[in-house]
């Protein structure tokens, strides 16, 4: 399985509301709950309605389009990168999945997916 790294750094972001997101930025996630209204986005693209946000977090999109019927790729991943002490933050789209850590676990966290015979783009 391959996976790309994505060459920006991201935020994890609690926002009054999206009126000032970027959606014209190249990546943003949104997450509504009846309790918040949460985004992850490029770091330059912190909206200045940001409650709070949590910076340097590099992340990875598995590549090609993941069928619903497939079982445990995410958590394949995820288990190795847990049993390695790496910390994530998973978003997932309907078409594939996107995993970021924090920037200083970045580079092991690709280690450790290449030792387990994971393509690195």
Do not use: R
Not at 10 to 18: I, P, R
Not at 71 to 95: H, Q
């Amino acid at each position: 399985m391959k996976i790309k790294q994505l060459s920006y750094d991201f935020s994890v972001c609690k926002v009054e509301d999206y009126s000032k997101v970027n959606f014209n930025s190249k990546y943003y996630f949104i997450g509504k709950t009846d309790e918040e209204n949460s985004l992850v986005c490029i770091t330059q693209d912190i909206p200045s309605n940001a409650i709070t946000h949590d910076d340097n977090w590099k992340g990875v999109e598995i590549q090609g389009v993941l069928d619903f019927s497939l079982i445990g790729i995410l958590s394949k991943i995820l288990s190795l990168l847990a049993e390695n002490g790496i910390g994530i933050f998973a978003v997932s789209t309907y078409n594939t999945d996107y995993i970021f850590t924090k920037k200083e676990h970045f580079q092991n966290a690709l280690k450790v997916l290449t030792d387990a015979g994971y393509e690195i783009l």
